[in-house]
């Protein structure tokens, strides 16, 4: 069975770190982009980064201004989101989802989140 | 403010069919595949339409969706009550990040 299972999250103080991880099994992991999005309480979908099936190509959202780092771990099957200096409006589910990737003259670009994960809650909270 | 424009709810009674509309820039709808993605109530989102009209694997043939210029649409045909969920559109934009529409809210009446 193709899954996404994530993990990490918890209730931080703001200014914190917190480290999230995502388990993929049933596919071929290393063929695929993966990428993180977030969903604040009663908010729609905020696209957070994406990785390359190699980690050639990385991308983050411009709002997150350098705080967050994603990286993967292939032979772990493993993607990771490294949060730093935490606030507030960090506060959402996080998923993780998987992505076919196209190559372009411009690079690697991810294609449709085909499967996601059930997400993990973060809650920055003094 | 969403990168993706979409209202922010719809209605329709069982069996009606109903449209979401998504509009964005020559830099994401304009250039790149647009995908549907819907998420019923406390779960994850699941991918509903493909490269602009594609339907995954399992996903009924009463959801449909089209592309031209910068904007797109989600139609659902026979409308029924477990289509009530959150539906977001979202693309790539050529400014290297993915984006999302704000989400419409989809009501069975």
């Known amino acids: 069975e193709v899954q996404l299972v994530e993990s990490g999250g918890g209730l931080v103080k703001p200014g914190n770190s917190l480290r999230l991880s995502c388990t993929a099994s049933g596919f071929n992991f290393n063929t695929y982009t993966m990428n993180w999005v977030r969903q604040a309480p009663g908010k729609g979908l905020e696209w957070v980064s994406s990785?390359?099936?190699?980690?050639?190509?990385?991308f983050y959202a411009a709002s997150l201004k350098g705080r967050f780092t994603i990286s993967r771990d292939n032979a772990k099957n493993s993607l990771f989101l490294q949060m730093n200096s935490l606030r507030a409006d960090d506060t959402a589910i996080y998923y993780c989802?998987?992505?076919?990737?196209?190559?372009?003259?411009?690079?690697?670009?991810?294609?449709?989140?085909?499967?996601w994960g059930q997400g993990t809650t973060v809650t920055v909270s003094s | 403010q969403s990168v993706l424009t979409q209202p922010p709810s719809a209605s329709g009674t069982p069996g009606q069919r109903v449209t979401i509309s998504c509009s964005g820039s020559s830099s994401n709808i304009g250039s790149n595949y647009v995908y549907w993605y819907q998420q019923l109530s406390g779960t994850a989102p699941k991918l509903l339409i493909d490269?602009?009209?594609q339907r995954p694997s399992g996903v009924p043939d009463r959801f449909s969706g089209s592309k031209s210029g910068t904007s797109a649409s989600l139609a659902i045909s026979g409308l029924r009550s477990e289509d009530e969920a959150d539906y977001y559109c979202?693309?790539?934009?050529?400014?290297?990040?993915?984006?999302f529409g704000g989400g419409t809210k989809l009501t069975v009446l």
């Open positions: 990785i390359s099936s190699s980690s050639s190509y990385i």
């Open positions: 989802a998987r992505a076919d990737e196209a190559v372009v003259i411009r690079g690697v670009l991810p294609l449709a989140m085909d499967v």
């Open positions: 490269r602009n009209n």
């Open positions: 979202a693309a790539w934009d050529d400014n290297l990040h993915s984006v």
